[in-house]
T-cell receptor
């Protein structure tokens, strides 16, 4: 199993550009989520999904959209990038959404918005 | 102004010493806690977890202690090795416990000197 994969590893955008961060997992996990990590801080939840077709907002959802058309994929879209979105983005997945299920994290995408 | 989050707590130890990393959590309703290790340029990696009905749990070289009275969590690493150098995060199950949302702490930088 590849686990949780994310692409790209690095990305530089100009303010106002749009892009999609890709996340995929091959563990047949129902629960997937996106976090951002800013320098010197812990991770903050952006959006999450408890299964295909179901998504919901986390702690910092503004400026991001998600969709979950398949169990495997959970892309994160930035419609109009802003410098405040410069961060490292991590995707995570777990077998279910209940407390106690270990979340597995991808390697991250480092995004810079100029 | 400067963000408090830019200055992570740090812990420096000698190889072979025992390390104790502390974490205070805020939500008395949280029922699940996890410690993650994050090496430079990588995603968080699960170390050990504990439920609120326990006060201690041991893994390989690691022990997690939970004190619900003062809302405090600690990670003890025995015989610390240079490979243990990383940022360590505690995470708690979010307010909405049915969806496994994690709230992360700020993190502690552990440096192990040979």
């Amino acid at each position: 199993n590849a686990g949780v994969t994310q692409t790209p590893k690095f990305q530089v955008l100009k303010t106002g550009q749009s892009m999609t961060l890709q996340c995929a997992q091959d563990m047949n996990h129902e629960y997937m989520s996106w976090y951002r990590q800013d320098p010197g801080m812990g991770l903050r939840l952006i959006h999450y999904s408890v299964g295909a077709g179901i998504t919901d907002q986390g702690e910092v959802p503004n400026g991001y959209n998600v969709s979950r058309s398949t169990t495997e994929d959970f892309p994160l879209r930035l419609l109009s990038a802003a410098p405040s979105q410069t961060s490292v983005y991590f995707c995570a997945s777990s077998y279910s959404w209940t407390s106690g299920d270990t979340q597995y994290f991808g390697p991250g995408t480092r995004l810079t918005v100029l | 102004g400067e963000s408090v989050g830019l200055h992570l707590p740090t812990l420096s130890v000698q190889e072979g010493d025992n390390s104790i990393i502390n974490c205070a959590y805020s939500n008395s309703a949280s029922d699940y806690f996890i410690w993650y290790k994050q090496e430079s340029g990588k995603g968080p990696q699960f170390i050990i977890d504990i439920r609120s009905n326990m006060d201690k749990r041991q893994g390989q070289r690691v022990t997690v202690l939970l004190n619900k009275t003062v809302k405090h969590l600690s990670l003890q690493i025995a015989a610390t090795q240079p490979g243990d150098s990383a940022v360590y995060f505690c995470a708690e199950n979010g307010v909405d416990t049915s969806y496994g949302k994690l709230t992360f702490g700020q993190g502690t930088i552990l440096t192990v000197h040979p």
